[in-house]
């Protein structure tokens, strides 16, 4: 039969049984952690609307690098292209648009012509 005592205290999370009873971890850190813990809570809940406009523009940069760093490499490729082909006996007899459009359809999977 449980005394009147028991009844009144409050059951502890099993972390904490497990880790401050069991194993015998100092009661400091448990005070720290719930500290910070307390901290944490109280500064997200002051800065919702930053923390929410921050993770936006986190997500919009992760969502458009790959599209930028398909644009880099693909006008790369096109400047390394048009420069072969400038250089090469082949553009004697075509215009800079030629030699544009060219390099743009090698860099898509294209062929050069011989």
Aim: net charge positive; proline share 4%.
């Amino acid at each position: 039969m449980k005394s009147s005592s028991d009844k009144n205290q409050a059951k502890l999370p099993w972390w904490v049984e497990l880790l401050f009873v069991q194993i015998g971890l100092p009661d400091s850190w448990l005070s720290k952690y719930l500290r910070k813990k307390k901290e944490t809570y109280n500064f997200i809940s002051e800065n919702k609307k930053n923390i929410f406009y921050f993770t936006l523009l986190i997500a919009g940069i992760i969502y458009i690098y790959p599209v930028i760093r398909y644009t880099s490499s693909s006008a790369s490729c096109i400047e390394k292209t048009t420069r072969y082909l400038k250089s090469s006996t082949l553009s004697n007899t075509k215009n800079e648009l030629d030699l544009n459009s060219l390099a743009v359809g090698y860099c898509h999977g294209g062929t050069l012509p011989k």
